[in-house]
């Protein structure tokens, strides 16, 4: 089991330009979720899908952010127009999403640094 | 609104000393889950406390829900335990887990 697989593990875009981060949750995990993590803001939740449909988006900032799930083994998520301030690592994360008290485990993340 | 509060915000220790690191919540949850992190590292779960008292290895973890409070203990510190410990807690039926700000745990020979 190789964990929640995160790609690339650093990116470096300029200040304008898109961003793709792609996620491949534990396979068998039906919940997907992607976590934003700076210094200032600590970790923050994004957005999440159950069995690839998005059930809440409540943290992800309404203009050029974007997560898809096309399909059970992996997960994107896209930055239009990126600015200096979406410089973060993003973690994706998966669980069984058995209800209450199932446990959630993390990729190591994709350090994003706009310049 | 910062939802989970933790302290301290740094610990430095001698090896071999114990820790305790306090984690509080603003609403009522019914999951609480530790992590720890090393600079640059993955999130590791370390304990998952929905409540009363779990312990794995040297770590130790009491949740009183009723309080909105819940505490890790760390016994007989290593160097390698030196990271950051966070506290998260689920907000809803589902496990979106929001986050504390994290204890910084320094142990020095």
């Known amino acids: 089991n190789a964990g929640v697989i995160q790609t690339p593990r650093h990116k470096v875009t300029g200040k304008g330009q898109e961003a793709t981060l792609w996620c491949e949750p534990i396979?068998?995990?039906?919940?997907v979720f992607w976590y934003r993590q700076t210094i200032v803001q600590g970790l923050e939740f994004l957005t999440y899908f159950r069995n690839q449909a998005p059930i809440d988006d409540s943290g992800m900032p309404k203009e050029r952010f974007s997560a898809q799930m096309p399909n059970q083994s992996h997960s994107t998520l896209k930055i239009q127009s990126t600015q200096p301030q979406d410089s973060a690592v993003y973690l994706c994360?998966?669980?069984?999403?058995?209800?209450?008290?199932?446990?959630?485990?993390f990729g190591k993340g994709t350090r994003l640094t706009v310049v | 609104e910062q939802q989970v509060q933790q302290s301290p915000a740094s610990l430095v220790l001698q090896e071999a000393e114990n820790a305790e690191l306090q984690c509080s919540f603003s609403i009522f949850t019914n999951q609480v889950q530790w992590f720890y992190q090393r600079p640059g590292g993955r999130l590791v779960s370390l304990l998952y406390?929905?409540?009363g008292t779990k312990q794995s290895g040297r770590l130790t973890s009491t949740t009183v829900i009723k309080e909105r409070r819940s505490s890790l203990h760390i016994s007989s510190s290593q160097i390698t335990d030196s990271g950051t410990y966070l506290c998260?807690?689920?907000?809803?039926?589902?496990?979106?887990?929001?986050f504390g700000s994290g204890t910084k745990l320094t142990v020095e020979p």
């Open positions: 396979s068998g995990h039906s919940a």
């Open positions: 406390n929905p409540s």
């Open positions: 994360a998966s669980s069984l999403d058995l209800g209450e008290n199932t446990e959630v485990f």
């Open positions: 998260a807690m689920e907000r809803s039926n589902y496990n979106v887990l929001y």
